[in-house]
């Protein structure tokens, strides 16, 4: 399977408002509740036929776990190369889109004839097996405001979504290791996180979002004290914003930020999901 | 519920290939099993508050069952106004998309809080109840080259895709009563329907989703001599082509259509489902 015409594919970036963590033994399984943004800010990738892997990011080489693990499962060596506008390790869920574009692309690439499903489903156990997404995948398959019902890949997982578009802000104040927090005690989390699901299922609105996220952030304890004098800014500023799940990153939507006096990254939801390019 | 700002969505066009009938008592598990392409032609709805309802299409005033059922399942009246370049009766999922545009736009101008999946299964349920569609709705929710697993709307049933990107061609020669073909004897539609499914799954390509309707409509008897023929030609041509279901069109991609001397019209493969516009 080293033939083909370069493919390339696009990845919508993904911050997590609020989520619980659902480890399983079967990966295809695992993953996360919660619910999410989707930006139209993402991750471009291109699959071309190379007889030994290398995976690129912004033109410098990277070693992306996810990555080689998705082409591992196709079976077959190649060129990723990727770019984007977000930073990696800040939640936005690069990893994620990153093994996503590489299994479309690859897919289209060599002519493996793998359905979407399938796609999703072997990306999303790459990032659950490297340790750097629990959720991201199937949400950014999905596009818009993805609400994670059920854990895991297709067929496994459910997902659900709140219909809304709308301007993105975000800042980013530095990376969090993912790690850390999940291999502590999540059940404070999980539960905190499995409450804000409940209430955002009631009325599946952005406002009702961004306040779960936000109250979700304080009682599962992850605010950073940058994080929260931004959130907390905003909030005093009349608007409303919260923490990226996992990153040092705040968000909001419409001009929460900006008009707070911040000079923030700005985006729209993005109204699609993963697709092949032209 | 009759105040709030006009608010707009875009639902693609859907062509189905190949189906199976599951007719069920409750609507929302009625449909079909089968697959079709999304269209970035499509279908533009506005909604606007209004004390008594009215319905129009292209500037016409229209009654499209399926649009009052929704507006009614919603609780409301409204103004709906909605713009296509695509014929209704003849194959593209038209009702269907007017009546999830008109759901998701009417849920954003009212704020009814309603999310993605209710709003997907009103219009499922207001669309088979109208006899007018069995699965576009879910299919243009998803958008892509949508593979309907199970019938149904959310949370019943279940979807898949070919991951596909492709400039698509069609030929609309007249309409066709999708009443007259469903209210026969749909046994040997539904086998050949199920095993079309079968055969597409095994290799979820868009070269085996043509050939698949192309025999699909063939064994289901369904060709009419004009879609044949237009059909015949593009196959002499070396091309692959097959007839929209339900309605007198023929659909191919690439440049099928053209290069047997038609002069089609064409779009491309939608890469999202359903969404707001800003």
Redesign the interface.
């Known amino acids: 399977m080293n033939d083909g015409e370069a493919a390339s594919a696009f990845v919508p970036g993904h911050v997590t408002g609020f989520f619980s963590a659902h480890p399983a033994s079967d990966s295809a399984r695992a993953g996360s509740r919660g619910a999410g943004v989707t930006l139209t800010d993402g991750v471009t990738v291109t699959v071309s036929p190379a007889a030994e892997t290398s995976v690129s990011l912004d033109g410098e080489p990277v070693s992306v776990e996810a990555v080689t693990a998705t082409l591992d499962a196709l079976g077959t060596t190649a060129r990723v190369e990727a770019t984007t506008p977000l930073p990696l390790g800040s939640g936005f869920g690069v990893s994620g889109a990153f093994a996503l574009g590489t299994a479309?692309a690859a897919?289209?690439c060599f002519?493996a004839?793998?359905?979407?499903?399938d796609?999703v489903r072997v990306a999303h156990v790459a990032d659950v097996e490297a340790g750097t997404g629990l959720g991201d995948v199937v949400a950014q398959a999905r596009?818009?405001v993805p609400?994670r019902l059920e854990p895991g890949a297709?067929?496994h997982g459910?997902l659900?979504?709140?219909?809304?578009?709308a301007r993105v802000e975000y800042l980013v104040l530095g990376d969090l290791s993912t790690e850390a927090v999940l291999s502590g005690d999540t059940s404070a989390l999980t539960r905190a996180g499995e409450a804000a699901l409940d209430r955002l299922?009631e009325?599946?609105?952005l406002p009702r979002f961004v306040a779960e996220s936000r109250r979700f952030a304080e009682e599962a304890d992850l605010l950073t004290d940058d994080v929260r004098a931004v959130v907390e800014a905003v909030e005093a500023d009349g608007g409303a914003a919260s923490m990226a799940m996992l990153g040092r990153t705040v968000f909001g939507f419409g001009t929460a930020l900006s008009e707070a006096g911040y000079d923030p990254e700005h985006c729209?939801v993005h109204?699609?999901?993963a697709?092949?390019?032209?």
């Open positions: 479309l897919n289209q002519d004839g793998r359905s979407e499903n796609l596009g818009g609400i297709p067929p459910a659900d979504g709140v219909p809304a578009t299922g009325r599946p609105t729209r109204p699609a999901g697709h092949l390019l032209e």
